[in-house]
Structure formats: structure tokens, C-alpha cells
Antibody
């Protein structure tokens, strides 16, 4: 069974750094794009960015470029989303998702989602 | 970026009724690379439709979708109690990928 297992909820203070994770299993991690979607409290879904673990190519939404870093460790089939300077506005649920087709072609739908990581940033 | 506008914002129906959800894009969606997701509180979003009209694995045939260009529709033919949820359309034909703001389907 294909699964994306995300790390647990985090409570942080403004200005702190954070790295959340998403471990893929049941498929060849290096051949599918894997990425992140944000859901702020009471709001809809926002696509943040993705990485192709096969060659570490990364695509960001302009809204998130420079605000977060997407990375992956193929040795443990895990993708990451990290912040160096958290803000209260980063409070949200973050979902990891994988693309549907094992191909470096970027324009694909997302077929499997993790259950989400809740990040709370508050002083 | 491609803005997706879903209507209505909230749809109030009863089990057994037919639901029609709309998604309009600010520019033509390539190919068409348009998907629909169902999202329930506390759960991961679930892929329903991709390629504008192809049902994902395991999705009941009461879910159907159509459309091209800038106008897309998701139809649920006979609502079951478990269908009451949030529905998002999503375009993946142009970067950045974008989602609609969602339609809440409520009893």
C-alpha cells in the first residue's frame, strides 16, 4: 500500500526554525514528484512546491519561494519542508502529496496525500 | 497564475439528490489538467477525478466530471451521507498549480 506518513504536530515561537517530514512507502520514492500543500485555519488549499527525488529538481510556487525549503533524502525515502524564521502566519496544516505517475514530467495530478502536520506558531 | 473560482460556495442538499459543482478558470486549463478532491475535516484530501473526467481508483460511479477550456463540472448523481464534505478543483497544467476556494456540500 502506498503511504505518506508525516511527522507530528509542532508548536513553535516566531523566529524559530522548523523542519517537518514526510516518509513515503510502498512505491519507488525516487521516481515520483513529492510536494507540499498548505491549509491555513479556515482556508482552502495552497500548492507550495515539489521535488523530484530522482534528480532533486525543485519547483516552487512564487508565493512560497524564499519562504520555505523543500528537500528530500532518498536513502530514507523522506521529503522535508523547512523554515528558518517562522512567523505567526505560518500557522497551518501542511500536507505532503505525491504525483501520480513515475516520471520526471512535472505536470501531473496528485494521487496520494499524507494526513497533514499541524504547525502552530505563537509567542 | 491560474485562478480557479468554484460555485456555489455552499450547496445544501439531501441524500439521494443530485449535486452539481462548478469550477471556472481564469485562463484555459492545458490538456485539460484538472482534478477534483474531496476533503473531510481531520482527513487527507481524496482524489476523485483527474484529467477533467477520469475517475480515480475506487471512486464510485455516482461521481462524474466534465469540462474543458475554462469551465468544469463535478456531478454527484445520488448523494450518499458520506458525500457531504468540501470539494476542491485543482489545475496542474500551468505552474504554479492552483486550487479553487472550495465548495462545501452540506445536508
Amino acid at each position: 500500500e502506498v503511504q505518506l506518513v508525516q511527522s507530528g504536530a509542532e508548536v513553535k515561537k516566531p523566529g524559530e526554525s522548523l523542519k517537518i517530514s514526510c516518509k513515503g512507502s510502498g512505491y519507488n520514492f525516487t521516481t515520483y514528484w513529492i510536494g507540499w500543500v498548505r491549509q491555513m485555519p479556515g482556508k482552502g488549499l495552497e500548492w507550495m512546491g515539489v521535488i523530484y527525488p530522482g534528480d532533486f529538481k525543485i519547483r516552487y510556487s512564487p508565493s512560497f519561494r524564499g519562504q520555505v525549503t523543500v528537500s528530500a533524502d532518498t536513502s530514507i525515502s523522506t521529503a522535508y519542508l523547512q523554515w528558518s524564521n517562522l512567523k505567526a502566519s505560518d500557522t497551518a496544516i501542511y500536507y505532503c502529496t505525491k504525483h501520480a505517475v513515475p516520471d520526471p514530467y512535472f505536470y501531473q495530478h496528485m494521487d496520494v496525500w499524507g494526513k497533514g502536520t499541524t504547525v502552530t506558531v505563537s509567542s | 497564475e491560474t485562478v480557479l473560482t468554484q460555485s456555489p460556495g455552499t450547496l445544501s442538499l439531501s441524500p439521494g439528490e443530485r449535486a452539481t459543482l462548478s469550477c471556472r478558470a481564469s485562463q484555459s486549463v492545458s490538456s485539460p489538467y484538472l482534478a477534483w478532491y474531496q476533503h473531510k475535516p481531520g482527513q487527507a484530501p481524496r482524489l476523485l477525478i483527474y484529467g477533467a473526467s477520469s475517475r480515480a481508483t475506487g471512486i464510485p460511479d455516482r461521481f462524474s466530471a466534465s469540462g474543458s477550456g475554462t469551465d468544469f463540472t463535478l456531478t454527484i448523481s445520488r448523494l450518499e451521507p458520506e458525500d457531504f464534505a468540501l470539494y476542491y478543483c485543482h489545475q496542474y497544467g500551468r505552474s504554479p498549480f492552483t486550487f479553487g476556494q472550495g465548495t462545501k456540500l452540506e445536508i
